[in-house]
């Protein structure tokens, strides 16, 4: 009887083993998967949002400067009618000619200003600044950097430099002593 009863207890501690359903743990599984899915399901929308917004920043980058090739290609045009307008002259009829181009490149200017072109016109003596400007000669001077000369504008599309203010800037003369040192060595044996 003994037996009977230990084979019972043993199929009862066996049953409650068993009580645990298989279909439970189909359903933790299932419910991990849902989980994982879900999880990548909201990692993907994420990087498609920003991959959209990348592409609204890009359009809108390209819409505003959409003109720069154009402006870049028209630049010597440009300051070809600057180099000839710096100049005076003193014949008449050149001058009435000079006042044509004038009101041509005038004209250019401000269909250019309507689309965002600005020029760039560094004032005289003062500091060379290297973010709008690009420094094509020097010359002897007081002071380092100083803009002497105004040789072409520079051009600016909204915020972005098209091409820099084209400037001869001044530089201080230094004595080198080892020239000085050879220039009277020579003297000397000559």
């Given at each position: 009887?003994?037996?009977?009863?230990?084979?019972?207890?043993?199929?009862e501690?066996?049953?409650?083993?068993?009580?645990?359903?298989?279909?439970?743990?189909?359903?933790?599984?299932?419910?991990?998967?849902?989980?994982?899915?879900?999880?990548?399901?909201?990692?993907?929308?994420?990087?498609?949002?920003?991959?959209r917004?990348?592409?609204?920043?890009?359009?809108?980058?390209?819409?505003?400067?959409?003109g720069?090739?154009?402006?870049?290609?028209?630049?010597?045009?440009l300051?070809?009618?600057?180099?000839?307008l710096?100049?005076?002259?003193?014949?008449?009829?050149?001058?009435?000619?000079?006042?044509?181009?004038?009101?041509i490149?005038?004209?250019?200017?401000?269909?250019?200003?309507?689309?965002?072109?600005?020029?760039?016109?560094?004032?005289?003596?003062?500091?060379?600044?290297?973010?709008?400007?690009q420094?094509?000669?020097?010359v002897?001077g007081?002071?380092?950097?100083?803009?002497?000369?105004?040789?072409?504008?520079?051009?600016?599309?909204r915020?972005?430099?098209?091409?820099?203010?084209?400037?001869?800037?001044?530089?201080?003369?230094?004595e080198?002593?080892?020239?000085?040192?050879?220039?009277?060595?020579?003297?000397?044996?000559?």
């Amino acid at each position: 009887m003994k037996d009977k009863k230990e084979k019972k207890l043993d199929k009862e501690k066996v049953s409650e083993e068993e009580a645990v359903d298989p279909r439970d743990e189909r359903i933790a599984a299932l419910e991990q998967e849902v989980a994982m899915w879900k999880e990548k399901t909201y990692r993907t929308v994420a990087d498609f949002d920003n991959l959209r917004k990348s592409y609204e920043k890009d359009h809108q980058q390209m819409v505003k400067y959409r003109g720069q090739p154009f402006i870049e290609k028209l630049i010597p045009t440009l300051d070809t009618f600057y180099l000839v307008l710096k100049n005076e002259v003193e014949d008449p009829s050149l001058k009435a000619y000079l006042q044509g181009f004038n009101m041509i490149y005038t004209s250019m200017l401000q269909a250019l200003e309507s689309e965002g072109v600005s020029q760039i016109f560094p004032k005289l003596n003062c500091e060379f600044d290297p973010t709008n400007m690009q420094a094509i000669d020097t010359v002897e001077g007081e002071k380092d950097n100083i803009v002497v000369e105004l040789s072409k504008p520079g051009y600016m599309l909204r915020d972005r430099l098209v091409r820099p203010a084209m400037v001869v800037v001044s530089k201080v003369k230094k004595e080198d002593e080892t020239s000085d040192e050879s220039n009277e060595e020579q003297q000397n044996q000559a």
